[in-house]
């Protein structure tokens, strides 16, 4: 806090505008001794005299014609207050935010890839109702086993309801669950992942009240609350695992709800909280994992997939089931294998659980890779989202070996590409870290 550099500012606007101290105080109302109070920053016995935020916001809307409103956000700034969006367009009528990017530290949306989704029409349908709709449920789950289509599915939502303007505007909060060190491997988080003071934090990062930031945690959650109860915004919170992270988020995401909505993904369902909309994703049926098979062989050019049996393409459905995931990780080896070998080493996984499954798929793939291949892969959870440049920093392959690495896996279907054009990022599948740090790490 600078108040002797907003008094400053004070006394220049007002003379600036040739206005009396009186006057002043009459526009505010506040006694005239009291601008002069502010005005010279005065101080006894260690007490300080701060205006009150409504003084400051009609300070700022007598001085309007002479500050420019980054320049009032700043001055505000000395006394540690903000003006809202709200407040900035009502005393501002002419301002115009800085665009999504400059306010957000970054899109999450431009992170995940834009695809199309097999099978999820009518979850999709019930999701997006239950977030139009007006009125509760203010907190929405998607549950479902690692890979199903979770945070896919969040992403087709918050595209579709943001074209349709139905909320204010979108945050995107990722709780990670696993730390990496390279060396340790995989460290389960014994904290919850994401606490209440750390959601604060993302959410008024995301949504531009950086000046809030600098303040007590209470005064955060009370202007977190305050901003999201004023207007609508679309809330989502990936990966929301553990008991306890959940146990100790929905209080405060209680207190924010209305007419702000949360969606929320989570490997377990939250049944346990009355208030929560669940939503469980199944596994994909016969006709769309057939569907999703024939639209994965004609975008990455595979003709024997393409040109497989009905018999073939049944087989792979019977021993892998309906997880978008474990087709795509399948999908990728055709690229490497021959369709039938793929078909006959999944045949010796059948009957097996899916977790088991999952550790035969990621076994294969990891065989099918050359040296540079997993090296790539094993840095990947160093620099997830990361760019080029990152990744080359990190391994030991020249910028040649690297890039072809790149198109390896990601024709093996282990590694998503963003859309980034200008700027690809590459990251890894949450449960393909899982396993590369699990189970991997003994495989070397
Ligand atoms: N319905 C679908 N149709 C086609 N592809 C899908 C579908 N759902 C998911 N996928 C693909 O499967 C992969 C896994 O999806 P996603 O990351 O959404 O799963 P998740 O449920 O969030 O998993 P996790 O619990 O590990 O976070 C992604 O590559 C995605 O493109
Ligand atoms: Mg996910």
């Known amino acids: ?19 009396s101290q009186e ?27 701060r205006p009150d935020r409504v003084s400051a916001v009609r300070l700022v809307e007598v001085f309007a014609g002479y500050l420019a409103p980054n320049e009032a956000q700043h001055w505000l700034a000395q006394i540690d207050y903000s003006l809202t969006r709200d407040e900035m367009h009502r005393i501002f009528p002419d301002y115009t935010p800085p665009p999504q990017e400059e306010r957000s530290r970054f899109n999450p949306l431009t992170l995940l890839p834009e695809q199309f989704l097999f ?14 709709h007006p009125d509760a449920p203010w907190l929405i789950a998607l549950d479902g086993i690692g890979g199903i289509g979770k945070t896919s599915l969040a992403g087709a939502l918050v595209r579709e309801l943001a074209a349709a303007d139905r909320f204010f505007d979108v945050a995107w909060v990722s709780a990670k669950q696993e730390g990496f060190s390279p060396g340790a491997g995989l460290e389960a988080a014994r904290r919850p992942a994401l606490d209440p003071a ?11 009240d950086l000046f809030l930031l600098n303040r007590s945690l209470t005064e955060r959650q009370a202007g977190l609350a305050a901003l999201l109860k004023k207007q609508p915004y679309l809330v989502v919170i990936d990966n929301l695992e553990t008991v306890a992270d959940y146990q100790s988020l929905i209080p405060l995401l209680r207190r924010c709800a209305n007419p702000t909505k949360f969606l929320l993904t989570s490997r377990h369902a939250l049944h346990a909280y009355d208030d929560v909309f669940c939503l469980s994703l199944p596994e994909l049926g016969r006709a769309d994992v057939l569907a999703l098979l024939a639209y994965e062989a004609q975008v990455r050019g595979l003709t024997a997939l393409a040109e497989a049996t009905p018999a073939q393409l049944d087989s792979i459905y019977e021993v892998v089931g309906g997880n978008p ?20 080493n999944l045949r010796q996984a059948q009957g097996k659980k899916v977790d088991d499954l999952y550790t035969y798929i990621y076994w294969q793939a990891w065989n099918a890779l050359d040296e540079a291949g997993r090296q790539t892969l094993l840095v990947m959870p160093l620099a997830q989202n990361g760019t080029l440049a990152q990744l ?11 890039t072809q690495a790149l198109e390896c896996l990601a024709a093996l279907s282990l590694l998503e590409v963003s859309a980034d054009l200008e700027q ?3 990251r890894i ?16």
């Open 1 to 19: 806090m600078d108040l002797q550099a907003f008094g400053q500012k004070l006394r220049e606007l007002r003379r600036g505008s040739s206005l």
């Open 392 to 402: 080359s920093a990190l391994s030991d392959l020249d910028p040649i070996e690297l």
């Open 198 to 208: 750390t959601l604060t934090n993302a959410l008024l990062e995301q949504l531009g």
């Open 23 to 49: 006057k002043l105080a009459e526009l505010l109302p506040v006694t005239a001794e009291l601008i002069s109070i502010w005005e010279r920053a005065y101080q006894h016995r260690g007490r300080v005299w």
């Open 424 to 426: 690809p990022r590459y």
């Open 325 to 344: 995931l474990a087709l795509k990780l399948v999908v990728g080896q055709i690229r490497a294998l021959p369709l039938a070998q793929v078909l006959d």
């Open 119 to 132: 099978g999820v029409g009518q979850i999709q349908a019930k999701a997006g109702r239950a977030l139009e």
């Open 429 to 444: 599948h949450r449960l393909t870290e899982t396993f590369l740090l699990n189970e991997v790490i003994k495989w070397q």
